[in-house]
């Protein structure tokens, strides 16, 4: 199921970033510290009334040189454009000013939910100011203060009540989705077009010439695919169109609702920023991943040039070890009969359960192998672990003590797991509790 989109907007300095880290929590600072996952704070997952949804902190959205103003304007067409919800945040300390009016002009006529939130009201005297507001025409403002965390409940109850009714896909639930994420020309209308072996999807050397995310059925080795199209990533006669953060937040839709992501490089151009931040995200979603190298046929093609490339692949993501590389040429159809097992193999793998009795045989073996640390004189003791979930594969382990369990550890157990029972292509989850 799609989750609602949050968007938060105002003029600079008014706490958007701060208000952001408020509501997103600990989710922030608890992503996996592994190297080569470049992060952005732009876009975020956060919980309310036990409603899952996705929050944008406009306030990350940077557009080149363009002047304050310009900036605003295209700032909150991207959240306009984005959210279900329309967090319009102001400055308690500085009244309505200018700029404040000229973005409520945009959000009137966006005709999307929009809800008041006034900003470092920190002083329960200010809040007899708050009546000033109404003035906007959106209705109750609600003070809160982003430094200290207050109002924040009340803020969020209004939010949830305007959130769409998002119901689930009827789909065969064999069926595989898979998205295909990168740069603008990588290739990803092309592949799609091989992969159906028509021309359904509009094909342009020109930078994002595809407008709309296409959804389409594919049907091939006895598997039914949706092909879910990112090529989409842009938007017509926007201005902010080149922005990377935006083409970034469309990719994250496409993600949210993928079993496998296929992150695809250009073998000409080579690895680049974007690259890793797209691919970041869909690891820390637990998607299923292969990493697809397209155009090979513009390199001299033998296998030092192919393992090279992998080298450099693996150097730049050490977060994807897990995931296979295929390399291919979606113009001519080079190895193209490649990807659609691989595709397989790793969704396979994202949904796959094990049985309790073998996974804790190999527990014991793992630790038979390595004995557990010690830390400050006490050492750790693992009593048993089970699978929880699938897509991704999600393990318990409990344990005496969790503050016990080095992350080093945790890695070594992760990895015996991942090749006992062939995990390719899918991140999996441990979580360690404490026996109650």
Same mark, same amino acid.
């Given at each position: 199921?799609?989750?609602?989109?949050?968007?938060?907007?105002?003029?600079?300095?008014?706490?958007?970033?701060?208000? &952001?880290?408020?509501?997103?929590?600990?989710?922030?600072?608890?992503?996996?510290?592994?190297?080569?996952?470049?992060? @952005?704070?732009?876009?975020?997952?956060?919980?309310?009334?036990?409603?899952?949804?996705?929050?944008?902190?406009?306030?990350?959205?940077?557009?080149?040189?363009?002047?304050?103003?310009?900036?605003?304007?295209?700032?909150?067409?991207?959240?306009?454009?984005?959210?279900?919800? !329309?967090?319009?945040?102001?400055?308690?300390?500085?009244?309505?000013?200018?700029?404040?009016? =000229?973005?409520?002009?945009?959000?009137?006529?966006?005709?999307?939910?929009?809800?008041?939130?006034?900003?470092?009201?920190?002083?329960?005297?200010?809040?007899?100011?708050?009546?000033?507001?109404?003035?906007?025409?959106?209705? *109750?403002? &609600?003070?809160?203060?982003?430094?200290?965390?207050?109002?924040?409940?009340?803020?969020?109850?209004?939010?949830?009540?305007?959130?769409?009714?998002?119901?689930? *896909? =009827?789909?065969?639930?064999?069926?595989?989705?898979?998205?295909?994420?990168?740069?603008?020309?990588?290739?990803?209308?092309?592949?799609?077009?091989?992969?159906?072996?028509?021309?359904?999807?509009?094909?342009? =050397?020109?930078?994002?010439?595809?407008?709309?995310?296409?959804?389409?059925?594919?049907?091939?080795?006895?598997?039914?695919?949706?092909?879910?199209?990112?090529?989409?990533?842009?938007?017509?006669?926007?201005?902010? =169109?080149?922005?990377?953060?935006?083409?970034?937040?469309?990719?994250?839709?496409?993600?949210?609702?993928?079993?496998?992501?296929?992150?695809?490089?250009?073998?000409?151009?080579? !690895?680049? *920023?974007?690259?890793?931040?797209?691919?970041?995200?869909?690891?820390?979603?637990?998607?299923?991943?292969?990493?697809?190298?397209?155009?090979?046929?513009?390199?001299?093609?033998? *296998?030092?040039?192919?393992?090279?490339?992998?080298?450099?692949?693996?150097?730049?993501?050490?977060?994807?070890?897990?995931?296979?590389?295929?390399?291919?040429?979606?113009?001519?159809?080079?190895?193209?009969?490649?990807?659609?097992?691989?595709?397989?193999?790793?969704?396979?793998?994202?949904?796959?359960?094990?049985?309790?009795?073998?996974?804790?045989?190999?527990?014991?073996?793992?630790?038979?192998?390595?004995?557990?640390?010690?830390?400050?004189?006490?050492?750790?003791?693992?009593?048993?672990?089970?699978?929880?979930?699938?897509?991704?594969?999600?393990?318990?382990?409990?344990?005496?003590?969790?503050?016990?369990?080095?992350?080093?550890?945790?890695?070594?157990?992760?990895?015996?797991?991942? @090749?006992?029972?062939?995990?390719?292509?899918?991140? !999996?989850?441990?979580?360690?509790?404490?026996?109650?």
């Amino acid at each position: 199921m799609r989750k609602s989109v949050v968007a938060i907007v105002g003029r600079p300095n008014v706490g958007k970033s701060t208000i &952001f880290n408020r509501l997103v929590g600990e989710r922030i600072s608890i992503v996996e510290d592994i190297p080569g996952v470049t992060r @952005d704070r732009i876009y975020a997952s956060a919980e309310w009334l036990n409603q899952e949804f996705n929050l944008i902190d406009t306030g990350g959205i940077e557009i080149g040189d363009e002047p304050l103003l310009v900036q605003m304007r295209q700032q909150a067409e991207v959240a306009i454009d984005e959210a279900d919800v !329309i967090i319009f945040l102001l400055n308690g300390k500085e009244g309505i000013t200018g700029a404040d009016e =000229e973005v409520a002009k945009l959000l009137f006529k966006s005709n999307k939910p929009v809800v008041l939130a006034i900003n470092k009201m920190d002083n329960p005297e200010m809040r007899e100011t708050i009546y000033e507001y109404y003035s906007l025409g959106f209705g *109750e403002p &609600f003070p809160i203060s982003g430094s200290h965390g207050l109002g924040l409940g009340d803020l969020l109850d209004e939010v949830v009540n305007h959130f769409p009714e998002l119901s689930e *896909e =009827e789909v065969n639930e064999d069926t595989i989705y898979f998205s295909l994420i990168g740069r603008p020309n990588v290739g990803k209308s092309s592949l799609v077009n091989a992969l159906l072996n028509e021309e359904r999807v509009i094909v342009s =050397e020109i930078e994002g010439t595809t407008r709309d995310a296409i959804d389409t059925h594919l049907h091939k080795d006895d598997q039914d695919f949706i092909i879910i199209d990112t090529a989409g990533m842009r938007k017509r006669g926007k201005v902010y =169109e080149t922005t990377e953060k935006y083409s970034v937040l469309r990719a994250l839709k496409a993600i949210e609702r993928s079993d496998v992501v296929l992150v695809l490089i250009d073998a000409e151009t080579g !690895i680049r *920023e974007q690259d890793k931040k797209v691919a970041g995200y869909a690891h820390e979603a637990g998607r299923a991943i292969v990493i697809v190298v397209n155009k090979w046929d513009t390199i001299v093609s033998d *296998e030092k040039a192919m393992k090279d490339f992998e080298t450099k692949i693996r150097a730049h993501f050490l977060y994807l070890d897990y995931a296979p590389i295929v390399f291919l040429s979606a113009k001519t159809k080079k190895r193209l009969h490649t990807l659609i097992p691989a595709i397989k193999l790793v969704s396979d793998s994202h949904a796959k359960r094990v049985s309790t009795n073998v996974l804790n045989d190999v527990i014991m073996d793992a630790l038979a192998m390595n004995p557990t640390p010690t830390i400050k004189g006490k050492r750790l003791k693992i009593l048993y672990a089970t699978q929880v979930a699938i897509k991704p594969p999600s393990f318990v382990i409990f344990v005496n003590d969790p503050e016990l369990m080095h992350f080093s550890y945790e890695r070594f157990l992760e990895n015996k797991i991942r @090749d006992a029972f062939g995990f390719v292509g899918t991140p !999996i989850r441990l979580f360690t509790r404490r026996r109650q």
